[in-house]
């Protein structure tokens, strides 16, 4: 067994201690644990087939990082789910699984950098464990404040898909620390808005929100912008070969008329000669 199948097959027993320990400590019950168990066997199938595709053969320090923050990911979605289903959720461990998940977001990052280890395989991998983390968390906040709270978690997927029918959203977008920014801040009012008082939560929902609609707006202007820029390079390159191919054509009709006139030149000349000196008889 390789490195990549043991790192695989230690999380997945570490995901189903975790479950373990919820049903014990906080009652979860079956649909929460079947929820997490069915949460944890895709997310290791997904990844491994990734790594896989990749090329690569174990997991580096950041990913070991990034997928313990998955597996705290798959003890919230249990959780939520566990509430959905009866009406109360062990606030606490939602609270301490999302908290510290968040808080190792900031590690992982650092951890690529400093043992040069960055890959786009773990950089995705961050990023889908964030996106995932938020959809289940707004699931939960909104049954506190609203179902418009769905938006927040909604969004990222939305943006996703609407790049299929749209394919200029697609495009790279330079780095941001603002919009970096924003994306940790949905997490950290999530979890805020589990803890303080409703109308509290309902603000800062709210602003979190209105932050993170600027955000995708920005991201789609740049893109667009980007689009017009190119359409206008591809107009300017075809008026470029249209004006190359007009002067070339024009190089040789020109010619072909000074030759004509030329004879004719030459003729009205001959004519003018002979009236002015008419040959003798």
Request: aromatic letters at 4%.
């Amino acid at each position: 067994m390789g490195h990549r199948e043991t790192t695989s097959t230690l999380a997945a027993a570490a995901q189903v201690a975790l479950l373990a320990a919820l049903v014990l400590l906080h009652g979860l019950g079956p649909l929460g644990l079947l929820a997490g168990a069915a949460y944890g066997a895709v997310l290791l199938v997904l990844l491994t087939g990734a790594m896989r595709r990749a090329g690569r053969s174990s997991f580096g320090p950041a990913d070991l990082v990034t997928l313990g923050r998955a597996l705290l990911v798959g003890g919230v979605t249990a959780l939520v789910v566990d509430g959905l289903v009866t009406g109360v959720t062990a606030t606490l461990p939602l609270v301490v699984c999302a908290s510290v998940a968040l808080a190792l977001d900031a590690v992982d990052g650092q951890v690529a950098r400093r043992t040069g280890t960055v890959s786009k395989v773990g950089a995705r991998f961050d990023m889908e464990v964030d996106a995932f983390l938020i959809l289940v968390l707004s699931v939960h906040v909104a049954g506190l404040v609203g179902r418009w709270a769905l938006t927040i978690g909604a969004m990222r997927y939305a943006f996703v898909a609407a790049g299929w029918a749209l394919p200029w959203l697609r495009g790279s977008l330079p780095a941001s620390y603002a919009t970096k920014a924003v994306a940790a801040l949905q997490g950290v009012v999530l979890v805020a808005a589990v803890v303080v008082a409703h109308p509290l939560a309902v603000v800062l929902v709210a602003v979190g929100l209105a932050l993170l609609c600027w955000s995708f707006g920005r991201d789609a202007l740049h893109l667009w912008t980007g689009r017009a820029e190119r359409n206008i390079e591809l107009i300017a390159s075809a008026v470029r070969m249209m004006h190359v191919t007009t002067r070339r054509v024009a190089v040789c009709v020109p010619t072909r008329r000074r030759d004509v006139s030329d004879v004719g030149l030459r003729r009205a000349r001959r004519r003018h000669a002979d009236v002015r000196h008419p040959a003798p008889r």
